[in-house]
């Protein structure tokens, strides 16, 4: 089983509409969560990291972790065509900092 | 202001030869990773390093060798090249290990015919 799941997608959603994608992960010791945005033919950009449980917002994304329920989510409102792209869920354990563990991606495409 | 370059984008091996993939980095990071990406299958680490002449290894790091003599630089060396080898191949650095997360370089495409 692998220590970080992702929803395998991919998504197709109108502009403008709300987008929730999700990540289970299986570690206890995980307590940084990261989300990347890769463009086609890219590297993966960063896009927000949290520190243990709780939310946090930037602009149209909102990064959530529940580490109760191993369950974290990015949420991006009014969605654009330009936010069409893979998201990479993305964990550490502050223990074994020089490691982060990928999930396989969500490929998003928003629909003008 | 380069941040993370890859050299080369693309590479065609035949099975058996060996090369090296570059990566520098002009941030002052202390954390370098390589990890390779492989359709439905994610960023799957091959070997890390926290520090000049620090190394460790990934989840896949069969085939694959690391050395990190200075902060910059973080070469990946293939010894004997395998189709499986054929990948995307990412480097990546870190100022230190908390969220502040990874800037990647744009990649090096591997082929092994």
């Given at each position: 089983q692998k220590e970080v799941e992702q929803d395998p997608g991919p998504l197709s959603v109108p502009e403008g509409a709300i987008v929730s994608l999700n990540c289970t992960y299986s570690n206890s010791a995980f307590q940084y969560f990261m989300w990347y945005r890769q463009y086609s033919r890219k590297g993966p950009e960063l896009l927000m990291y949290t520190y243990s449980s709780g939310n946090k917002e930037d602009g149209r994304f909102t990064a959530q972790v529940d580490k109760s329920s191993k369950y974290i989510s990015l949420f991006i409102r009014d969605s654009q065509p330009s936010d069409s792209a893979t998201y990479l869920c993305a964990m550490k354990d502050v223990t074994n900092a020089g490691k982060s563990t990928f999930g396989d991606g969500t490929t998003l495409t928003v629909k003008p | 202001n380069a941040g993370v370059t890859q050299t080369p984008k693309f590479q065609v091996l035949k099975t058996g030869q060996s090369m090296t993939l570059q990566c520098a980095q002009?941030?002052?990071?202390e954390y370098m990773s390589w990890y390779r990406q492989d359709p439905g299958m994610g960023l799957r680490l091959i070997h890390y390093s926290v520090g000049a002449g620090i190394t460790d290894q990934g989840e896949v790091p069969n085939g694959y060798n690391v050395s990190r003599s200075t902060t910059e630089d973080f070469p990946l060396r293939l010894l004997s090249a395998a189709p499986s080898q054929t990948s995307v191949y990412f480097c990546a650095s870190s100022y230190d290990g908390t969220g502040n997360g990874y800037t990647f370089g744009s990649g090096t495409r591997l082929t092994v015919v």
């Open positions: - | 002009d941030m002052n990071h």
